[in-house]
């Protein structure tokens, strides 16, 4: 019997599984969004020679007002893109070559660039070889990457204006600081595969008579000081500073000599980055293990 909408006694019972059933089923009903791919992002050099693509999101993207980016730049600031350095791949059928050079003394710059116009493509992170710094520039819609983040806004020219709201940061930012979370993630697990690699590279060099290092020089190691031994402060600080530059040194002769080998037996830098892909080869590269293709910053 039906109740009078004035009746105050009215109380609304839920409907059952019945009545849901007999409901005409082209009623709007809010459904899961579908999973979306990536979009194709692409890129290249001034003359066209180099092009690349964009497999995933970015990690963060940042402007830089520095000096040195605005004279490396030629620019009012530098624009960059961190990603892994598998998540980018050249379809062009030419490949860029790799550049190292000392800007000022302590600031070396690895950069990759395209063989003809020499148009600088991205370059190697402070964070290590397994992330890069992309110039947004050279993306084919440079608007798509607003930058996450103004750093060195110190010295950045006064004509310069930034957006209302912009996050900015006086000097260097801390990427742990300011990072997605999702992107943190993803940096660890760029950083395990790529320390994976070079362990199973430097192994298997071992294994073939090879020294890692290409100098046949000792590994050099902090060693304990014999009893009886004096050594002072300042001279245990100088051994350390000299074994760790040792150390370092090996490691860069050992990226350069992985680079050259793999690029010169399997055919390039295409070749070399799938070798630390994490995505699943087993399903065409449409899921990622550990992550998703199509995570989007936040």
Not at 127 to 138: E, F, M, Q
Not at 142 to 161: A, C, I, N, Q, R
Request: hydrophobic share 30%; aromatic share 6%; net charge negative.
């Amino acid at each position: 019997m039906p109740t009078p909408l004035g009746d105050p006694t009215f109380t609304p019972t839920p409907p059952t599984g019945a009545d849901l059933s007999s409901q005409p089923q082209d009623q709007d009903v809010p459904r899961k969004p579908k999973h979306k791919p990536f979009p194709s992002i692409t890129g290249g050099c001034v003359c066209n020679t180099i092009r690349y693509r964009l497999l995933t999101s970015p990690l963060f993207c940042f402007a830089c007002h520095c000096p040195d980016c605005q004279r490396m730049t030629g620019s009012a600031f530098g624009l960059f893109l961190n990603i892994e350095a598998n998540y980018i791949t050249v379809i062009s059928p030419k490949i860029p070559v790799r550049r190292q050079v000392t800007k000022r003394p302590g600031l070396i710059s690895r950069h990759v660039v395209c063989p003809a116009c020499e148009t600088e493509l991205w370059s190697n992170n402070t964070l290590g070889p397994a992330i890069i710094d992309l110039r947004v520039g050279t993306l084919d819609f440079p608007s798509l990457m607003e930058p996450d983040l103004h750093s060195f806004t110190e010295s950045k020219l006064e004509w310069v204006g930034l957006p209302e709201g912009a996050r900015t940061t006086p000097r260097q930012f801390d990427h742990k600081k300011v990072w997605p979370r999702s992107s943190l993630k993803r940096l660890d697990i760029a950083m395990d595969k790529w320390a994976k690699s070079m362990a199973e590279e430097a192994r298997r060099l071992k294994a073939d008579g090879e020294d890692a290092a290409g100098d046949g020089e000792k590994t050099p190691t902090a060693t304990a000081v014999e009893f009886g031994d004096a050594e002072d402060d300042e001279a245990f600080e100088k051994r350390f500073k000299e074994t760790e530059r040792k150390l370092q040194e090996r490691l860069e002769k050992l990226s350069e000599k992985l680079w050259d080998e793999q690029s010169r037996e399997q055919g390039g830098l295409e070749v070399l980055t799938k070798k630390l892909d994490i995505r699943d080869s087993e399903t065409g590269g449409e899921k990622v293990k550990d992550g998703t293709l199509s995570e989007s910053v936040d």
